[in-house]
Structures are given as structure tokens and as C-alpha cells.
């Protein structure tokens, strides 16, 4: 697939990896949907794109016939959709048992339904859309990207409910990337390291500074534009399919 001719949703794509997947395709001639529950930053981002590239969505990835209604109205809005990328998420960062007994399971839940679940549900929608798409080469007739976390491999202490979600969203790529062939859609995963996004800033310093310290090489965290860079050699590349790729400069998280 050129990226100049992408049409894609991209989820989360107000803020963080999300805003720097929408810039990489913007800047490369691509039109953008973004999906988001941001609505201050919403409009202002789809005016910085541009308002003929991109367009915001207020968009709960949770919620089945919301995101059902907003897929086909994103695709209206791109002339066509071919591309998706899963990157809305949130952190949910809450111990299993604490000195009170245990945590409500609401926590646990929501994390879930954002992460893995509301994964699930744009990918169904769109790629219902995308069969229809006129095939191009190797009939491919379109992708659909998952952000997961290298947190899905090396869980930490406090973060249950992120590891499983991200791990759900691995475990579902091979089995829909196998059931979406007949179609001639691509499913693919990432697993970001550390990224200097707001939700790592978010974190206290001294945890920032062990972080990228844990980092082989390059010692740093990632740059979201990376990402982005990731994101298009994907969309580019037919042959990567059913795969997650880690970018995590050889990181692995520790315990705690």
C-alpha cells in the first residue's frame, strides 16, 4: 500500500503514539480519521493537520454501535478506507490485592474494554468495510494495525490489568490475520518499549530515569515519530502479516 494513498482511522490519535502515527501519514499524503474521547484537543489536531487530510471523531472504542457508526462515517469523510491502527489505550495501573483486600473489578474491566476489547471492535468494523475494497497488489485490500506493549511479554508489578489487555491484543493477531486472508486484509501488531509519550510522562521522575536507563541501545526512550516511521513501513511492506514486531531498543521490563 502507498501511504499517499491511505485512508485510515487511527485510534487515540489525538495525543502521544497515536498524534505521531496521524502526522506520519499526513505528511506522507495520507488522509486521517481520528478516533479519540479528547474533545479540547480534537478539533485543534484535526486543524493542525489540516482539515482536508483529517478529521476527529469523538470516538469511546469501547462502545460496539458507536464505533460502528463512526467507522462508516470516517469512511465517507476519507473517500475510502483501507487502514486502521489500534493505538487508543490507557494505562489502568492498580496492584491486584492491596492492605484493604481486593481491588473492585471495575478497574480491571475498564482497562480491558479500552485496551483489548475496543481493539476488537474497530477491527471487526472496519475490515466488515475493507472486504468490499477494490484489491490491489497481492489483492490486498487493506491493514489493520494493533498497538499492544512489550508489557505484554514482561508484565510489572502494578500493571495486571495493562499486561493482560496488550497480551490479549497479541494473542488476537495470528488468528485474525488467518481469518481475514480471504478477505486480503493484514493484521499486524506492535509492541512499544518506552516512549516518551504523556502517559510515560506521567510517571515519577526517578522511574523515567530507570526506565531509560534499562534501555541497551539505543540508552533512551523511543521517539513517538519511530513509530510513526514503523507504522509506514508496515503499511508499505504486503508481505508482513500475522506478526507482532517489538521497538523496544532491546529493552525488558523488570518486576518493579
Known sequence: MQLASTRAIVTGGVSGLGLAIAQHLVAAGAKVALFDVNDDKGAAIAAQLGDANARYFRTDVSDEAGVTANVA?????????????NCAGILGAAPVVDEDGPVPLSQFQTTVMVNLVGSFNVAKAVAFLMQHNEAGEDGERGVIINIASIAAYEGPIGLVGYSASK????????????????????????????????????FPEAVQQSLEASIPFPTRMGKPEELGDLVGHILRNTYLNGETIRIDGAARLAPK
Open 167 to 202: 497480551g490479549g491484543v497479541v494473542g488476537m493477531t495470528l488468528p485474525m490475520a488467518r481469518e481475514f486472508a480471504r478477505f486480503g486484509i493484514r493484521v499486524m501488531t506492535i509492541a512499544p518499549g518506552a516512549f516518551r509519550t504523556p502517559m510515560i510522562a506521567s
Open 73 to 85: 462515517a470516517a469512511k465517507t469523510f476519507l473517500g475510502g478506507l483501507n487502514a486502521a491502527i
